[in-house]
């Protein structure tokens, strides 16, 4: 209803103007601070959807696997108090993976806010180190440019989330509602300008004039759309491209240049590519711990440019020789025409020394007579033809997963990567599907993280979407047990955890659900589940004492892996290759 | 190496609890925060002291204030030209014989009493930071029961404008308010 005015409610008023940013869907769990709003729904519940969800962190993982799916700002919705702080560890995951959602709270009426009332909470406060910027609305005239500059702040610059906080009597006041199509004043709010020419140059020159370049590809290479530009770069010049963990999918993995993931599970030829390299190019990416490991060693000989949209993660961790503040897509479309064209196959060949050295240390090419999760999950790419949205959780299987399945599409993994939220994946694919109608969906979780955020099976099943759901259950927290293993000498206290019985458990829900232990059994399994509209679950029965390598201990020298030993190489149970290295 | 930010920030509620959880959050060494009214409705002006003697992390705390949504602009005058203010108010248990010296030294310093009590006296002095340390050093013989330090404020020189919060820069010969280079913080 642009331009014209009519008398509304403030809860009328939430539902327009989220009308007006494109919303479709709504996560989110009714309650006594917001209710006004909930009734309001009723009106405009033909252009919204609402999902009723069980816990409110799982409204803002829903929220926020909708955005990583689509590129638009997610909403999640919550009463004051407990809803509210329910909120806190899924604004967090949002944070640190600057993921845009919108979170809206209901408040306790405005007179009563300071009086510790019946559920009431700062939330306004106590989300300020949690969210990109929160809003407190005191008054029923702002409450429209309020929701528009949230949306903007949100999908703007780093994307992030926002709170905005609404007492129950703003709610229900009424006014003359225009919606307000004026310029948004934030003087205080200014994404990057445009790049100087200066930048361009040094940038080029810098390539052209590398023996040893590796790109490091980042989360910003999806937020920016670059993807395009990112593989320009890389083939014209012939740069290798390693990925982080929330970079994978914004390079093709099938493509010859990219190396895969970097890091502490990183591939150890990736690392060894960083560690020798003479520049690094870091698209999009912080220097996280997780990549860089000890810092007074990581890439000693190299350059650096760093294109980073958040200009407080320039020189943060890593310091750069060329630090540029704009978006990334935007810089490489300057900078690739300056390019030169270039083979450097001494380079690659080097790498791909490293790469094949790896495959007598490859857990896919051994012999044994369990399945192992990294099998299970190699066969569930197999089974979805590397076409599937995966949504991992956090722990053993996120890293196998990372490196077993490979993606060449952007946004085909979600994953909490900068918080390590174990339960996301369930209420994130939930979010998820309501963006992704084309491609299968795969939840992979732990038996540790499901159990985080299982309650969600309910929405999964009164929503009816379509979501697989594998559960790779080796009976313990499997990350936690390899470190105790590693540096605690193997004294497993409070690792090993008890599982429901998770096929009986879907099925009281309603809910298809298998059960699978051996590898020959995966695909046909797959198949079965794959063939249900609504959602469904499979068991995965793994090795329990299975380790994620190579690994970079915590603080250790990148090039410093713990590396799987070497063993023959198997396939089809027939030896092919003689291990060599002794 | 001291760290002396300027800045601009929208008046509206819980600004500087955003600014102070920054600093916290960040692990930032905070030396002093003055906050008021400016020139402008709606604007409060800061002056930020920060001890990190580390330039990538002064540039860290810069872009990190500077990315906050309230946060209209901030300069990093730490090496420019400014006048640079602290204010104090000290309260001594003085005896009337001692009287005499204490004047001595508020006349060395340009520090005025503003009270006398029964054998005690407030002295308030307006100074740059270290010579506000040397009068306290001074006045150290005698009894300090209070001191109370406002941090500093500064200003730059030259020529300026109000600013409102949608134009930064007014004339092209005003002292700019544009940010930072990333390489201004470069080792």
Same mark, same amino acid.
């Given at each position: 209803?642009?331009?014209?005015?009519?008398?509304?409610?403030?809860?009328?008023?939430?539902?327009?103007?989220?009308?007006?940013?494109?919303?479709?869907?709504?996560?989110?769990?009714?309650?006594?601070?917001?209710?006004?709003?909930?009734?309001?729904?009723?009106?405009?519940?033909?252009?919204?959807?609402?999902?009723?969800?069980?816990?409110?962190?799982?409204?803002?993982?829903?929220?926020?696997?909708?955005?990583?799916?689509?590129?638009?700002?997610?909403?999640?919705?919550?009463?004051?108090?407990?809803?509210?702080?329910?909120?806190?560890?899924?604004?967090?995951?949002?944070?640190?993976?600057?993921?845009?959602?919108?979170?809206?709270?209901?408040?306790?009426?405005?007179?009563?806010?300071?009086?510790?009332?019946?559920?009431?909470?700062?939330?306004?406060?106590?989300?300020?180190?949690?969210?990109?910027?929160?809003?407190?609305?005191?008054?029923?005239?702002?409450?429209?440019?309020?929701?528009?500059?949230?949306?903007?702040?949100?999908?703007?610059?780093?994307?992030?989330?926002?709170?905005?906080?609404?007492?129950?009597?703003?709610?229900?006041?009424?006014?003359?509602?225009?919606?307000?199509?004026?310029?948004?004043?934030?003087?205080?709010?200014?994404?990057?300008?445009?790049?100087?020419?200066?930048?361009?140059?040094?940038?080029?020159?810098?390539?052209?004039?590398?023996?040893?370049?590796?790109?490091?590809?980042?989360?910003?290479?999806?937020?920016?759309?670059?993807?395009?530009?990112?593989?320009?770069?890389?083939?014209?010049?012939?740069?290798?491209?390693?990925?982080?963990?929330?970079?994978?999918?914004?390079?093709?993995?099938?493509?010859?240049?990219?190396?895969?993931?970097?890091?502490?599970?990183?591939?150890?030829?990736?690392?060894?590519?960083?560690?020798?390299?003479?520049?690094?190019?870091?698209?999009?990416?912080?220097?996280?711990?997780?990549?860089?490991?000890?810092?007074?060693?990581?890439?000693?000989?190299?350059?650096?440019?760093?294109?980073?949209?958040?200009?407080?993660?320039?020189?943060?961790?890593?310091?750069?020789?060329?630090?540029?503040?704009?978006?990334?897509?935007?810089?490489?479309?300057?900078?690739?025409?300056?390019?030169?064209?270039?083979?450097?196959?001494?380079?690659?060949?080097?790498?791909?020394?490293?790469?094949?050295?790896?495959?007598?240390?490859?857990?896919?090419?051994?012999?044994?007579?369990?399945?192992?999760?990294?099998?299970?999950?190699?066969?569930?790419?197999?089974?979805?033809?590397?076409?599937?949205?995966?949504?991992?959780?956090?722990?053993?299987?996120?890293?196998?997963?990372?490196?077993?399945?490979?993606?060449?599409?952007?946004?085909?993994?979600?994953?909490?990567?900068?918080?390590?939220?174990?339960?996301?994946?369930?209420?994130?694919?939930?979010?998820?599907?309501?963006?992704?109608?084309?491609?299968?969906?795969?939840?992979?979780?732990?038996?540790?993280?499901?159990?985080?955020?299982?309650?969600?099976?309910?929405?999964?099943?009164?929503?009816?979407?379509?979501?697989?759901?594998?559960?790779?259950?080796?009976?313990?927290?499997?990350?936690?047990?390899?470190?105790?293993?590693?540096?605690?000498?193997?004294?497993?206290?409070?690792?090993?955890?008890?599982?429901?019985?998770?096929?009986?458990?879907?099925?009281?829900?309603?809910?298809?659900?298998?059960?699978?232990?051996?590898?020959?059994?995966?695909?046909?399994?797959?198949?079965?589940?794959?063939?249900?509209?609504?959602?469904?679950?499979?068991?995965?029965?793994?090795?329990?004492?299975?380790?994620?390598?190579?690994?970079?201990?915590?603080?250790?020298?990148?090039?410093?892996?713990?590396?799987?030993?070497?063993?023959?190489?198997?396939?089809?149970?027939?030896?092919?290759?003689?291990?060599?290295?002794? | 190496?001291?760290?002396?930010?300027?800045?601009?920030?929208? @008046?509206?509620?819980? +600004?500087?609890?955003?600014? *102070?959880?920054?600093?916290?959050? %960040?692990? /930032?060494?905070?030396?002093? =925060?003055?906050?008021?009214?400016?020139?402008?409705?709606?604007?409060?002006?800061?002056?930020?002291?920060?001890?990190?003697?580390?330039?990538?992390?002064?540039?860290?705390?810069?872009?990190?204030?500077?990315?906050?949504? @309230?946060?209209?602009? +901030?300069?990093?005058?730490? *090496?420019?030209?400014?006048?640079? %203010?602290? /204010?104090?108010?000290?309260? =001594?248990?003085?005896?009337?014989?001692?009287?005499?010296?204490?004047?001595?030294?508020?006349?060395?310093?340009?520090?005025?009493?503003?009270?006398?009590?029964?054998?005690?006296?407030?002295?308030?002095?307006?100074?740059?930071?270290?010579?506000?340390?040397?009068?306290?050093?001074?006045?150290?013989?005698?009894?300090?029961?209070?001191?109370?330090?406002?941090?500093?404020?500064?200003?730059?020189?030259?020529?300026?404008?109000?600013?409102?919060?949608?134009?930064?820069?007014?004339?092209?010969?005003?002292?700019?308010?544009?940010?930072?280079?990333?390489?201004?913080?470069?080792?």
């Amino acid at each position: 209803m642009r331009g014209s005015q009519k008398k509304l409610s403030g809860a009328e008023i939430i539902w327009e103007c989220l009308i007006q940013e494109g919303v479709d869907v709504v996560f989110g769990y009714p309650g006594g601070a917001i209710l006004h709003t909930y009734d309001a729904l009723n009106k405009y519940s033909e252009k919204i959807h609402h999902v009723l969800v069980r816990h409110e962190q799982g409204a803002t993982h829903m929220a926020d696997g909708y955005a990583r799916a689509s590129g638009k700002v997610g909403v999640a919705m919550a009463t004051s108090g407990p809803g509210a702080t329910n909120m806190i560890t899924g604004m967090a995951t949002a944070m640190m993976d600057s993921s845009p959602i919108v979170c809206i709270t209901g408040q306790v009426p405005s007179p009563f806010i300071g009086s510790d009332a019946f559920q009431e909470i700062d939330i306004t406060g106590a989300s300020i180190p949690v969210s990109k910027h929160s809003y407190l609305v005191m008054n029923i005239n702002d409450l429209a440019t309020t929701i528009r500059e949230a949306f903007y702040v949100a999908r703007s610059g780093r994307p992030g989330p926002v709170l905005i906080d609404i007492p129950k009597d703003i709610q229900n006041e009424t006014t003359d509602f225009i919606y307000p199509e004026e310029e948004l004043n934030l003087p205080g709010y200014q994404p990057p300008e445009d790049v100087s020419e200066e930048y361009i140059s040094k940038f080029a020159s810098l390539v052209n004039d590398a023996e040893k370049p590796v790109i490091l590809a980042g989360h910003g290479v999806l937020l920016s759309n670059a993807s395009r530009e990112v593989m320009e770069l890389a083939e014209k010049s012939s740069i290798p491209i390693a990925t982080t963990l929330l970079g994978i999918g914004g390079v093709p993995d099938s493509h010859q240049l990219v190396l895969g993931m970097m890091g502490m599970h990183g591939g150890s030829w990736a690392n060894h590519a960083i560690q020798d390299a003479d520049l690094l190019i870091a698209c999009g990416m912080r220097f996280d711990d997780r990549v860089t490991g000890n810092l007074k060693t990581y890439s000693p000989n190299s350059k650096k440019i760093h294109i980073e949209i958040d200009p407080s993660e320039i020189n943060k961790n890593v310091k750069v020789d060329l630090a540029i503040h704009a978006d990334l897509g935007t810089v490489l479309r300057h900078v690739n025409p300056h390019i030169k064209k270039m083979v450097r196959n001494d380079w690659l060949d080097i790498i791909s020394g490293w790469h094949h050295d790896s495959k007598q240390r490859d857990i896919l090419n051994l012999k044994s007579d369990k399945l192992h999760a990294a099998q299970a999950i190699r066969k569930i790419w197999e089974g979805t033809k590397g076409d599937a949205l995966i949504v991992s959780d956090v722990g053993q299987h996120q890293m196998l997963e990372a490196q077993y399945y490979k993606h060449n599409d952007p946004r085909t993994l979600l994953t909490s990567g900068g918080l390590g939220t174990m339960g996301f994946s369930l209420p994130a694919a939930i979010g998820a599907s309501f963006h992704e109608k084309d491609r299968g969906i795969w939840v992979i979780v732990g038996d540790g993280s499901i159990q985080m955020t299982i309650m969600e099976l309910g929405t999964a099943i009164q929503e009816n979407v379509n979501i697989n759901i594998a559960i790779i259950n080796n009976g313990y927290l499997g990350m936690v047990r390899q470190w105790q293993q590693m540096f605690y000498n193997a004294r497993y206290v409070e690792t090993p955890i008890s599982s429901p019985d998770y096929v009986k458990l879907a099925e009281a829900y309603g809910i298809q659900a298998y059960r699978v232990d051996s590898l020959e059994n995966v695909i046909p399994t797959m198949e079965k589940a794959q063939k249900n509209a609504g959602p469904s679950l499979i068991e995965f029965k793994v090795e329990e004492h299975e380790v994620v390598y190579p690994m970079v201990p915590a603080g250790a020298d990148l090039h410093d892996m713990i590396q799987r030993p070497f063993s023959d190489v198997y396939e089809n149970g027939q030896i092919v290759e003689k291990e060599t290295a002794k | 190496m001291k760290q002396t930010l300027i800045t601009l920030v929208e @008046n509206k509620p819980g +600004v500087l609890n955003r600014i *102070s959880s920054l600093f916290r959050r %960040r692990n /930032f060494n905070i030396e002093s =925060l003055v906050v008021g009214h400016s020139e402008t409705d709606g604007v409060s002006r800061m002056t930020i002291v920060a001890n990190e003697p580390d330039a990538s992390k002064r540039g860290n705390i810069y872009f990190s204030l500077l990315k906050l949504v @309230n946060v209209i602009a +901030v300069k990093d005058v730490s *090496s420019l030209p400014c006048v640079a %203010r602290e /204010f104090i108010l000290i309260k =001594l248990n003085t005896s009337p014989e001692q009287l005499n010296e204490v004047n001595s030294v508020v006349k060395k310093y340009s520090a005025r009493i503003v009270d006398m009590g029964n054998e005690t006296v407030i002295i308030e002095a307006t100074e740059e930071e270290h010579i506000i340390n040397e009068l306290i050093d001074n006045l150290m013989p005698f009894e300090i029961t209070e001191i109370m330090r406002t941090g500093k404020i500064a200003m730059r020189r030259g020529r300026t404008h109000k600013v409102s919060s949608d134009k930064i820069n007014a004339a092209p010969d005003d002292i700019e308010w544009r940010p930072e280079q990333i390489s201004a913080y470069q080792n």
